[in-house]
């Protein structure tokens, strides 16, 4: 098992989910519950489960904090020509039971989502967040990140997408060797705050000329229609930095933590790496 996330609602009841799979490539999106703080879990559902023609990836779930009993889990599901539609389903009953899994936007041909999250606004509207890869026909790929929106609970959903940004990560890399880290270029972060408020956080390497990625923030005021130009938040430009997480507090305070490579040294045995935490309480204008 693996990509699990946990998340909780206004009752308290916690929601995990994570992907199982075995060495045959049968793999299922599970689900489980818990009433008492995380000390028992229930026996998990499935949510989907497919042979090795499919493959569920990314999954991730979200409690609704205004109804309880509510909850959404999203994923991609992968066919082996990499055609990658986000799929859905929720639980009304405080995960007792999960409605049939379905999907709720195509990317269509040969491209695919990832990195699938849902938030719920102030207003209830829910939100899904994805990287959208666009494949060309010479095999080239073009990253996207959109999001798509929901005023029914998870019933309907809104089309096309709504871009954020084009994403322009290169990767990170050891400073010293240059192999690969597996650092979640691809992978942005996603948070609800109030006011039908909206701040997303990602590797990029635009704010450098393409040298290396530093990481991006963008907000929007009006629940996703709009949003805001690319900002820069990681506080030393002169080091890859990577991997953000994003967060709101209820007052407005945003919070992103993210990895960067400014302790490191030459030493090519090493690669020391720091985590760090910027605030900002003006809504993105400034960081500290």
Known sequence: ATDPWVSIGPDGTAYQIALAFDPGG?????????EDGGLAWSAPATLIRDG???????????????????????????????????????????GRSWEAARPIYDPGGNNQTINNQVVVLSDGTLVTFFTRFDVASDGSATATLATIRSTDTGLTWSSPPTTIAVMQSIGTTDPENRTAVRGGSNLGSIAAGPGNTLVVAWQDARFSAG???????????????????????????????????????????IGITYFDFRSNTTDSSTLFTDYWLVRSNDGGATWR
């Open 211 to 253: 040298m290396r990625d530093g990481i991006a923030f963008a907000r929007s005021a009006d629940g996703g229609l709009t949003w805001s130009a690319p900002v820069r938040v990681n506080r030393d430009p002169s080091v890859q930095a990577f991997g953000p997480t994003i967060g709101v507090l209820d007052g407005g305070t």
């Open 52 to 94: 090795s023609d499919r493959f569920n990836d990314k999954e991730s779930i979200r409690a609704d904090h205004l109804r309880p009993g509510f909850a959404y889990a999203v994923w991609d599901r992968l066919s082996n020509t990499g055609h990658g539609p986000t799929y859905f389903s929720r639980t009304t009953d405080g």
């Open 26 to 34: 049968g793999n299922a999106i599970l689900a489980s519950r818990s």
